[in-house]
C-alpha cells in the first residue's frame, strides 16, 4: 500500500499537452509507471471489507470492522479511501496503553473536567481505524467507570468523507447521539480552515486528544496541521484540578521518498526544550519516538513479515499552565 501511495505523490499525472517546453523520456516513463501503479494496485482491488482485531488485559477485545474502497485515480488526495499502516500502529497502540493517550482518564467530581465530556480528534481519519477505535476503548472503560466523551473523526474528500460515515455507522449503529461514548464525522480542510472566521458547531470547542496516522506527504502539511491545532487543541489551563494534559498523537512512516515530508515535523515544531519558559504559549514537540514495526497485510488486518519504521510524536503547547 505505502508503494502506491509514494507513486502518487511523488509523480503528478498530466497530458502531454498540459507541459510547457520539451517532454523529456523520463518524465513519460515516471508518468506511465505511477499510471500503472495506480491501475495495478490497491486501486484496482476494489471495494475491500475486513475486520481489525486488538486486545489488551484493560480493554478485552476491540474489533473494527471497516471498508476501504477504490482509490480515485484522477486524485491522490484520496488516499483517505484505504487503510493504512500507522492508523493500524496508533490504533494498537492506544488499545494496549490507553491511559498514555488520555483514553485511561479517570474524572473526578470535583474536578472542572469531569463536567464535560473528553473530547476527541482524528486528523485525516480516512477510513475511521483510529476515531473508531478510541471510542470502543472508550465504550470500554465506561463500563467499569464512568466515561462520557465525543469523538469527531475528520476528513475533506468527499469519497472518502462518506465512507468514513458509512463504517462510523457499521460499528456504531443507532442514533449516534445515544450513549455516554459518541463518535461522528466531520468536514475539516486544513488548508482553509486557520482562516475561518467561525468555527462549525462539533469543531466550536477545544479538544482534549487529538489524533494523526499517516497524515503527512506533502512538504506544507505540517504548516497546516499545526495552524489547526492552535484553534482545536485546548490550551493550558490555570486550574490545577485538571490533570489531563491536551496533546496530538502522531504516527508517520519513514518512506524514504517521502524523508523531506517527514522532517517537516521539527521544521514546524520546535523542542519543549527549545522554548523559554517565559515565552507566551507555544506548539512544541514534547517527545519523539522511533518504531520497528510489522506491516500489516492488505486484505486481512494481519501482521505480515516486512518492517516499517515509524516516528511517533507527542505534541502539545509548551506552558501547561496560564496566570
Excluded at 93 to 114: A, I, S
Excluded at 242 to 269: D, K, N, Q, Y
Aim: aromatic residues 8%.
Amino acid at each position: 500500500m505505502e508503494d502506491l501511495l509514494e507513486s502518487i505523490d511523488d509523480t503528478q499525472i498530466e497530458s502531454a499537452s498540459t507541459f510547457h517546453g520539451p517532454v523529456h523520456p523520463e518524465i513519460l516513463m515516471q508518468q506511465a509507471a505511477s499510471l500503472l501503479a495506480i491501475c495495478s494496485g490497491v486501486s484496482a482491488a476494489g471495494t475491500v471489507e475486513r475486520i481489525f482485531s486488538f486486545s489488551s488485559g484493560e480493554t478485552g477485545r476491540i474489533d473494527i470492522r471497516l471498508t476501504d474502497i477504490p482509490l480515485e485515480n484522477e486524485d491522490y488526495r484520496s488516499v483517505g479511501a484505504r487503510t493504512w499502516g500507522g492508523a493500524c500502529v496508533l490504533a494498537e497502540m492506544m488499545v494496549e496503553h490507553p491511559e498514555q493517550f488520555g483514553l485511561g482518564f479517570l474524572t473526578r467530581e470535583n474536578d472542572t473536567c469531569g463536567r464535560r465530556p473528553l473530547r476527541i480528534l482524528e486528523l485525516g481519519a480516512g477510513t475511521g481505524l483510529v476515531g473508531l477505535t478510541a471510542a470502543k476503548v472508550l465504550v470500554a472503560s465506561s463500563a467499569k467507570k464512568d466515561c462520557r466523551a465525543t469523538v469527531v473523526a475528520t476528513d475533506f474528500y468527499p469519497s472518502v468523507l462518506n465512507n468514513l460515515r458509512d463504517n462510523i455507522d457499521k460499528n456504531f449503529p443507532g442514533d449516534p447521539s445515544d450513549g455516554t461514548v459518541t463518535i461522528t464525522s466531520h468536514f475539516l480542510d486544513w488548508s482553509k480552515f486557520p482562516a475561518m472566521p467561525s468555527l462549525p458547531g462539533l469543531l466550536s470547542e477545544p479538544f482534549d486528544v487529538i489524533f494523526g496516522a499517516d497524515i503527512v506527504y506533502e512538504a506544507n502539511h505540517a504548516i497546516w496541521i499545526k495552524q489547526c491545532l492552535g484553534r482545536l487543541l485546548r490550551r493550558p489551563s490555570s486550574s490545577a484540578a485538571c490533570p489531563l494534559v491536551a496533546t496530538f498523537h502522531l504516527v508517520i512512516p519513514l518512506r524514504p521518498t517521502h524523508l523531506l515530508e517527514a522532517g517537516s515535523i521539527e521544521t514546524t515544531f520546535r523542542r519543549m526544550d527549545d522554548v523559554p519558559c517565559e515565552d507566551f504559549p507555544e506548539l512544541v514537540i514534547f517527545s519523539k519516538e522511533t518504531m520497528l514495526c510489522e506491516a500489516y497485510r492488505d486484505g486481512d488486518g494481519k501482521r505480515g513479515c516486512d518492517v516499517v519504521e515509524y516516528l511517533y510524536y507527542r505534541i502539545g503547547w509548551s506552558r501547561q499552565s496560564q496566570d
